[in-house]
């Protein structure tokens, strides 16, 4: 497991799981794209959405599976937060912001600090436009200009697969050979808990909702690792710690 720094979860999504994803991209990417038109983004970002966990229950249910859950502890060794939880429908030639070769960790790191995913709800392949991995590049590698075309490595999956990799890894979002009818991918990226999150899920879905929500949830969302923003809060007048010690075990 992750060897070189990836590692491909086969069938780990049931054939009803994935359909469920996938009526829940185009549902959220109305939402999406209406807020982007209203604040004049209307052409940045298209067929993307961002942030989805709360749009659907399909999202935690996938990633608080114990094939999920199992795999992630496994690479960081520990516990874990989520940071982003987003999606697209490259299903044309248009290459987008994800097309360059980039990481989603700015910078490099001894340590394994986040973790990329990607849910496969349509085969990924070098039709459909396949994600390229640098893996011979080495991770240290500090910019993306010292980096060149030559034998990437190319993921070839199928619906239900979930494909994880270090994020330290140099990628970018492969063009698709030709028109597809779909290509979707959700691609949740999780930190260890002290990471700063992309979004701010434990707001978003406000504390007190996820006081009753399952432990994986919270711990996912960052309600362990919060922020007070009160001295009643930093107290613990609400009787719990905001961030609790065992999250940097490790």
Same mark, same amino acid.
């Given at each position: 497991?992750?060897?070189?720094?990836?590692?491909?979860?086969?069938?780990?999504?049931?054939?009803?799981?994935?359909?469920?994803?996938?009526?829940?991209?185009?549902?959220?990417?109305?939402?999406?794209?209406?807020?982007?038109?209203?604040?004049?983004?209307?052409?940045?970002?298209?067929?993307?959405?961002? +942030?989805?966990?709360?749009?659907?229950? /399909?999202?935690?249910?996938?990633?608080?599976?114990?094939?999920?859950?199992? &795999?992630?502890?496994?690479?960081? #060794? @520990? #516990?874990?937060?989520?940071?982003?939880? @987003?999606?697209?429908?490259?299903?044309?030639?248009?290459?987008?912001?994800?097309?360059? /070769?980039?990481?989603?960790?700015?910078?490099?790191?001894?340590?394994?600090?986040?973790?990329?995913? &990607?849910?496969?709800?349509?085969? &990924?392949?070098?039709?459909?436009?396949?994600?390229?991995?640098?893996?011979?590049?080495?991770?240290?590698?500090? +910019?993306? !200009?010292?980096?060149?075309?030559?034998?990437?490595?190319?993921?070839?999956?199928?619906?239900?697969?979930?494909?994880?990799?270090?994020?330290?890894? *140099?990628?970018? =979002?492969?063009?698709?050979?030709?028109?597809?009818? !779909?290509?979707?991918?959700?691609?949740? /990226?999780?930190?260890?808990?002290?990471? #700063?999150?992309?979004?701010?899920?434990?707001?978003?879905?406000?504390?007190?909702?996820? =006081?009753?929500?399952?432990?994986?949830?919270?711990?996912?969302?960052?309600?362990?690792?919060?922020?007070?923003?009160?001295?009643?809060? *930093?107290?613990?007048?609400?009787?719990?710690?905001?961030?609790?010690?065992?999250?940097?075990?490790?």
């Amino acid at each position: 497991m992750f060897e070189n720094g990836i590692f491909l979860a086969r069938g780990v999504m049931s054939c009803e799981q994935v359909d469920r994803l996938r009526e829940a991209f185009f549902q959220t990417l109305e939402k999406c794209e209406g807020i982007r038109r209203k604040l004049g983004h209307g052409a940045l970002m298209q067929n993307t959405v961002h +942030h989805v966990l709360f749009e659907s229950p /399909i999202f935690s249910e996938v990633i608080t599976s114990n094939e999920n859950w199992d &795999i992630v502890t496994a690479f960081f #060794k @520990g #516990k874990f937060v989520l940071n982003s939880l @987003g999606g697209n429908n490259n299903k044309g030639g248009n290459a987008n912001y994800a097309s360059r /070769i980039h990481r989603d960790v700015r910078f490099y790191t001894q340590e394994r600090l986040m973790l990329n995913s &990607i849910l496969c709800v349509s085969p &990924i392949n070098e039709k459909s436009g396949a994600t390229e991995l640098f893996l011979n590049k080495g991770i240290e590698v500090s +910019h993306a !200009e010292h980096l060149t075309d030559d034998n990437p490595y190319v993921l070839n999956a199928e619906p239900g697969d979930i494909f994880y990799f270090d994020s330290r890894i *140099w990628h970018r =979002a492969g063009a698709p050979q030709q028109q597809v009818e !779909e290509r979707i991918i959700f691609t949740p /990226i999780y930190t260890r808990p002290f990471v #700063k999150p992309g979004y701010d899920y434990c707001r978003a879905r406000k504390r007190e909702g996820l =006081a009753n929500a399952n432990q994986r949830l919270r711990q996912l969302c960052s309600y362990y690792a919060d922020v007070p923003s009160s001295l009643d809060e *930093w107290y613990g007048s609400e009787g719990r710690r905001f961030y609790e010690k065992e999250q940097d075990e490790w």
